[in-house]
């Protein structure tokens, strides 16, 4: 079964509870749920990962090369700042899907900004949670 890893960035651990005006009131444990159920329902095994730490995150990306058959990330705030991250991307070597549960092109200025869209496949912004199960799918139909 192929595998696909699902990262997820700084204060994501605090979906439900951190503005839930912008984020929703699904927490990261609903997203990791909705995840593994797409992951099933695609025949895709899931690895689900949150950090606040970008070295851990770099680590995760590195250790995926020539292991999984896609990576989709929610960096979140790593999308604006981040070289490290877009750089290991880029090593990794597998199909890459952004994910960001606001609509980032509504909001501040600087986050209209991504390093990780230089490399990512696709991006999906603005769908909330349901943006994780499209990415799992569209990885699942480009493994096919």
């Known amino acids: 079964m192929k595998t696909i890893l699902v990262l997820n960035g700084p204060n994501l651990n605090m979906l439900g509870l951190r503005q839930p005006d912008v984020y929703g009131h699904e927490t990261l444990a609903d997203v990791e749920a909705l995840c593994r159920r797409t992951g099933d329902e695609s025949g895709l095994e899931i690895e689900f990962q949150q950090t606040n730490h ?4 770099i680590d995760w990306i590195h250790h995926a090369r020539n292991r999984v058959a896609g990576i989709v990330i ?10 490290a991250i877009h750089d290991a991307l880029i090593a990794a070597e597998v199909p890459v899907i952004e994910v960001h549960i606001s609509n980032v092109h509504r909001r501040e200025h600087f986050r209209h900004h991504s390093y990780v869209s230089l ?16 990415a799992i799918e ?3 139909h480009l493994n096919r």
């Open 54 to 57: 970008e070295g851990q995150m």
């Open 138 to 140: 569209h990885l699942a």
């Open 74 to 83: 929610n960096p979140g705030a790593w999308t604006h700042t981040s070289v």
């Open 119 to 134: 490399v990512a496949k696709a991006v999906l912004a603005g769908l909330g949670t349901h943006g994780y199960q499209l």
